[in-house]
């Protein structure tokens, strides 16, 4: 059976490497005539070395089969140039599925090009919502999850999400709910990561003068184009973050589009508390949540890492589609306002409790679980 994994954005070579991960697994285990080939597409959405490659070396992803170098664009453009490009790869390889992942305009390509061609869709993170149509990545996830055969959804709430838009497993649809594929790759990295890892005293990150070394600093991640291309929203948290850094650093790897909207607003050198660095690999990202006091994010992926390490998270949104790390008291949303962030970081301590044996993102198994589905509904079915 040949399947066709589609990504371009760095939280899709992360998710795709577990189900390749999988992938790979079982073709170890099985007769040759059984075993899945997967072709990957890469459509070029992400491309700079730090945000791209650096996770195809790091998690030794295969090389894509295809580099379809689309970059960046406006929506409609870029979403465009993948759809016609993703296209001519699917007539040329005639895959029996097309694997697709989260709610990026990569995401979105994929499952039309597929769709329109009558080759079947898988989504992986199916189902979620954040109810706010303002945001393109809500386009793209209830378009996608429109267009899908197979959607495989990390969590209960996110089938309960499909339901109430008529889509439920049955009468040619498949909706599973299979765990997140991240947090697959969590477990199966974050250990190597505590051991390989060294930027906690690259950055220097420790109380000054203390024996054990005890790390002390604030995490932040930023890219929400709702949050980097309004000035107001951007200055606002900034100033929170730079308010914090007053007293214990504050660490912000910069994504290439808040650093660019810092820049044209000239707002680098007015924030002279925050630690400004590049973005950083997975291992180190990891490195970097599990030591940090608390976590302050707009980022879906970051959000979820943070309940898994336990660490407490702020989330510098009004709504989020995570609502189960809300719901454990892990994460709160505190919006963009200074006050309500400078306030709830200093209860970020007394928030340090973890529901133990919560498998409300599955058991880490989520990877293997896609994998055997496709396998039943497809391999056995021809
Ligand atoms: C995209 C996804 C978002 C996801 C994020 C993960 C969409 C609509 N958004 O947002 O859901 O959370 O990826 O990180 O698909 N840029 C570079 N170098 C790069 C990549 C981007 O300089 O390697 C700059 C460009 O100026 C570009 C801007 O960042 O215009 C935005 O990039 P884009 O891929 O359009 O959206 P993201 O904000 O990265
Ligand atoms: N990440 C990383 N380096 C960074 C920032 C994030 O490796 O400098 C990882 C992070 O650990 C998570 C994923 O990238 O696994 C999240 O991606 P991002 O925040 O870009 O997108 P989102 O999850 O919001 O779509």
């Not at 406006?74 to 016609?84: A, V």
């Not at 898988?122 to 996830?141: D, K």
């Not at 599973?176 to 790759?185: A, L, R, W």
């Amino acid at each position: 059976m040949k399947v066709v994994t589609i990504v371009g954005a760095r939280p899709q070579f992360i998710k795709a490497e577990a189900v390749t991960r999988a992938v790979q697994r079982y073709n170890q285990r099985c007769r040759f005539n059984r075993r899945l080939q997967e072709i990957l597409i890469h459509t070029g959405q992400h491309y700079d070395y730090l945000m791209d490659k650096i996770f195809f070396e790091e998690l030794a992803l295969p090389k894509p089969n295809y580099h379809l170098g689309v970059g960046s664009g406006s929506h409609g453009r870029q979403t465009g140039i993948m759809l016609e490009r993703i296209e001519a790869v699917l007539v040329k390889e005639k895959p029996e599925v097309v694997v697709v992942y989260g709610d990026t305009n990569s995401t979105l390509a994929g499952a039309l090009s597929a769709a329109k061609l009558n080759i079947p869709v898988a989504h992986v993170e199916a189902g979620l919502r954040s109810f706010n149509r303002t945001m393109p990545e809500e386009i793209n996830r209830l378009l996608t999850d429109h267009l899908s055969t197979f959607l495989f959804c990390p969590t209960d709430q996110a089938v309960r999400n499909l339901l109430r838009e008529g889509i439920k497993d049955g009468k040619g649809k498949i909706v599973k709910k299979v765990g997140d594929v991240m947090y697959d790759s969590i477990l199966y990295y974050s250990k190597l990561a505590e051991k390989k890892s060294s930027i906690l005293e690259d950055l220097n990150l420790f109380t000054p003068n203390s024996a054990l070394g005890t790390p002390n600093y604030y995490l932040a991640t930023l890219h929400r184009a709702e949050n980097t291309d309004d000035p107001k929203r951007l200055e606002s948290i900034l100033k929170a973050l730079n308010e914090i850094g007053r007293n214990t650093p504050v660490v912000l790897p910069l994504h290439p589009r808040t650093k660019k909207m810092i820049e044209t607003y000239h707002l680098f050198s007015k924030f002279k508390n925050i630690k400004f660095i590049e973005p950083v690999s997975y291992l180190n990202m990891l490195k970097l949540e599990k030591n940090a006091k608390a976590i302050l994010t707009d980022s879906g992926g970051v959000q979820k890492e943070a309940y898994w390490l336990k660490v407490p998270c702020l989330t510098l949104r009004e709504e989020t589609e995570w609502v189960e790390t809300i719901k454990s008291g892990w994460n709160v949303l505190v919006g963009i306002g200074v006050k309500r962030i400078v306030k709830e970081v200093s209860h970020t301590e007394k928030r340090r409790r973890y529901l133990k044996g919560n498998r409300v993102f599955g058991d880490g198994k989520a990877s293997q679980k896609i994998v055997q589905i496709l396998i039943r509904h497809l391999v056995h079915s021809v």
